[in-house]
T-cell receptor, first 114, second 118 residues
Framework: SQQGEEDPQALSIQEGENATMNCSYK?????LQWYRQNSGRGLVHLIL?????REKHSGRLRVTLDTSKKSSSLLITASRAADTASYFC??????????????FGKGTRLSVIA | GAVVSQHPSRVICKSGTSVKIECRSL??????MFWYRQFPKQSLMLMAT?????????EQGVEKDKFLINHASLTLSTLTVTSAHPEDSSFYIC??????????????FGQGTRLTVV
């Protein structure tokens, strides 16, 4: 079953603008991860934020985590046409387990228009 | 970073035939691999957990006799779609973490296999 919801489901912006995607989840977590998927391709890991972290940066990516609200956001700054893809948040399906599958949100389809 | 290779990337088969999809961890060992299914414009849904040297565990609603999983070595898991039907057409993706993976580590994904049953 899916862990939660992401919004928006689809987002269209102009190149250079910032894109913000939100993710909510239902259960307690050790970490939350964001992945990117180009159309018809596999998933690429973007960033992992641990449950004791509130914010994390990687290049043009900024991820926040609010465990009290069970939500996370992914911000892509200065977007480029190449950022066009689907973005998914994912959480481990079980706590305290080293090798547990990820449960994915529904994803946000981002379109960056040049 | 670690690499997971999935093959084939695309396959078209006739109804009633079987298709085998391979998932290999190229530079690490994985006692556990995961198989997901994704329909167009939807999210990934976990199908089963592949365990090296033992039976796979399937999610509710996934037919184990239809989706045969074999994890014969620490670097290879295979998913065989048996007696394929058009409704099995989908995108199948495998995932793995190194066997020594701790809780807070990323998962690595194969490139996915687009299966079309005609």
């Amino acid at each position: 079953s899916q862990q939660g919801e992401e919004d928006p489901q689809a987002l269209s912006i102009q190149e250079g603008e910032n894109a913000t995607m939100n993710c909510s989840y239902k259960t307690s977590i050790n970490n939350l991860q964001w992945y990117r998927q180009n159309s018809g391709r596999g998933l690429v890991h973007l960033i992992l934020i641990r449950s004791n972290e509130r914010e994390k940066h990687s290049g043009r990516l900024r991820v926040t985590l609010d465990t009290s609200k069970k939500s996370s956001s992914l911000l892509i700054t200065a977007s480029r046409a190449a950022d066009t893809a689907s973005y998914f948040c994912a959480t481990p399906s079980a706590l305290n387990s080293g090798n547990t599958p990820l449960v994915f949100g529904k994803g946000t389809r981002l379109s960056v228009i040049a | 970073g670690a690499v997971v290779s999935q093959h084939p990337s695309r396959v078209i088969c006739k109804s009633g035939t079987s298709v085998k999809i391979e998932c290999r961890s190229l530079d690490f060992q994985a006692t556990t691999m995961f198989w997901y299914r994704q329909f167009p414009k939807q999210s990934l849904m976990l199908m089963a957990t592949s365990n090296e040297g033992s039976k796979a565990t399937y999610e509710q609603g996934v037919e184990k006799d239809k989706f045969l999983i074999n994890h014969a070595s620490l670097t290879l898991s295979t998913l065989t779609v048996t007696s394929a039907h058009p409704e099995d057409s989908s995108f199948y993706i495998c995932s793995a973490r190194p066997s020594q993976g701790q809780m807070n580590t990323e998962a690595f994904f194969g490139q996915g296999t687009r299966l079309t049953v005609v």
